[in-house]
């Protein structure tokens, strides 16, 4: 009797490795936030949370974070500590608009990564998740 695998790649091998691994490391997390982003950049809701409107260290934290919550090295908490999410978002207005702008910029990121259908699943999975959680206000 054989082994049975039931995770291939694109190119029909087996995959191996946790999440960050099979999605191909930093490179593809750098490409998610980057993208990400570059919507951010433009939305008049999004960009001004951002002290002097400088993403650059935001870029870096989320990253950083995304990384290390997929499996990848953890210098998010070595540099940071706990993640601690809602409360690091508590100075923000985040509410359903906000919510729903950072959904559409990291929706559009994600599908620029091309993943296959299972690692794509479970990665919006997570960030729509992430994002309803951090709504802190239903104020306009």
Do not use: C
Not at 100 to 119: G, I, N, S, T
């Amino acid at each position: 009797m054989s082994d049975l695998t039931l995770r291939r790649s694109n190119g029909g091998e087996s995959v191996d490795g946790n999440f960050w691994q099979q999605v191909g490391g930093r490179p593809t997390f750098e490409k998610l936030v980057r993208t990400f982003y570059d919507g951010v950049r433009h939305d008049p809701v999004l960009l001004p949370m951002y002290p002097d409107m400088d993403l650059e260290p935001a870029i870096q934290r989320l990253t950083g974070f995304l990384e290390q919550y997929w499996g990848g090295p953890a210098a998010y908490s070595d540099e940071r500590g706990h993640p601690r999410l809602r409360m690091r978002h508590l100075p923000f207005k985040v509410n359903p608009d906000a919510r729903d702008r950072w959904l559409k910029h990291m929706r559009a990121a994600v599908d620029e990564l091309k993943l296959d259908p299972l690692h794509e699943g479970m990665l919006w999975g997570y960030l729509e998740r992430a994002a309803h959680a951090m709504v802190n206000t239903f104020d306009d």
